[in-house]
């Protein structure tokens, strides 16, 4: 019988943002699904980059094979610091294959240290494959040594978002779904799209979709700040919580789900938008960073993703957002890079390089 490879998926739990727990859901079931297709047998287990006593990293990563990090944006210095407080025990064991999967890299204005760090990781002699979610030239200058697997432009894992979990969209929704988000996220990533204008966009939006007839609703993706922001919103507009906002979200399970109750969804958060597309849901984007544009370019929906400049045209909004209902996704180029997508996790699963 052969021998199990045993993997160790790296997630990111720190703030309630349940997007980044999708990922390393979606991670895990991608890899049982190559395990599968090559016929090789795995055992994945999932630790927090986290984790702040080094007893239970050197526990972890004990016995393990191949450590992959599910993916996500990588352009904190102080995360980047920790994946290598990490790969100090990493190197310990030589026998530990190590997978970056879909990361995102900044293309506008990295910063300097970010930029070290990211060439320190990539380049590791441990490290076998890198990927990305947003542009592979980019994510390219990082790495100078070669590695046995080029690097690819490949999806965000939460593109199965609805396989990993079992979940279908309600086909007989009528609800929008309005994804709010922190109000000051703009002016932070260096735009003149200050709270106010925030605020004053979702209510200008709410107005729009009931002058048009349509049943709305508030969501996060369980960050408790926003979940207030929301309240805070309804309360405004003397809007009933129970029918404009409902429960908070506390796992990425309920984020999924909660998703899947919506006809359309009109969302700040990126992995809101994945998670919708996943479930064959229309989703309009409200740019803050260029990650989702990166993201919608790959499924062909950049006309579907709005900058700021034009968010305070909140009939704009509403007109996408019911072109997109109109024109669905064009499943055949996203299913293409979905397989392509799967080329990278069995590569992973069946890679022997590293004495397994």
């Not at 909140?314 to 072109?323: G, Q, R, W």
Request: net charge positive; charged share 25%.
């Amino acid at each position: 019988m052969m021998k199990k490879k045993k993997i160790l998926i790296y997630k990111r739990k720190y703030k309630h943002n349940y997007g980044d727990l999708v990922l390393a859901d979606c991670c895990r079931y991608l890899l049982y699904q190559a395990a599968d297709i090559c016929k090789t047998p795995i055992r994945v287990s999932v630790a927090n980059v986290y984790e702040k006593f080094d007893f239970l990293i050197r526990l972890w990563l004990k016995n393990k094979d191949a450590v992959v990090y599910p993916g996500g944006g990588l352009n904190s210095a102080v995360f980047n610091e920790m994946l290598l407080h990490i790969f100090t025990f990493i190197e310990q064991r030589e026998q530990i294959a190590v997978y970056f999967n879909a990361v995102g890299i900044s293309r506008v204005k990295p910063k300097k240290k970010n930029i070290v760090l990211l060439k320190e990781l990539f380049n590791k002699p441990q490290v076998r494959q890198v990927t990305t979610r947003g542009d592979l030239a980019q994510m390219k200058k990082y790495i100078s040594v070669p590695q046995p697997y080029p690097p690819r432009l490949v999806f965000d894992a939460a593109v199965w978002a609805g396989e990993a979990y079992g979940i279908q969209k309600d086909s007989a929704s009528q609800v929008i779904g309005i994804g709010v988000i922190n109000p000051d996220i703009y002016q932070r990533n260096g735009s003149e799209f200050s709270e106010e204008d925030v605020v004053a966009m979702y209510i200008g939006l709410i107005g729009e979709l009931e002058k048009r007839g349509y049943e709305w609703q508030l969501f996060t993706n369980g960050l408790f700040g926003e979940y207030r922001f929301g309240l805070r919103i309804l309360k405004m507009l003397r809007k009933s919580v129970r029918r404009h906002l409902g429960f908070h979200i506390l796992s990425a399970r309920s984020l999924v789900k909660k998703i899947s109750g919506y006809r359309a969804i009109i969302a700040a958060r990126m992995h809101a938008n994945i998670i919708a597309t996943s479930l064959d849901i229309p989703s309009v984007g409200l740019v803050w960073n260029d990650k989702m544009n990166l993201f919608a370019q790959m499924i062909g929906c950049e006309a579907r993703y709005i900058s700021v400049e034009r968010m305070k045209d909140t009939s704009y909004i509403a007109d996408v957002m019911e072109l997109a209902i109109k024109e669905g996704y064009d499943r055949e180029s996203m299913d293409a890079m979905k397989a392509a997508t799967m080329e990278t996790y069995c590569n992973i699963v069946t890679d022997n390089g590293r004495n397994l």
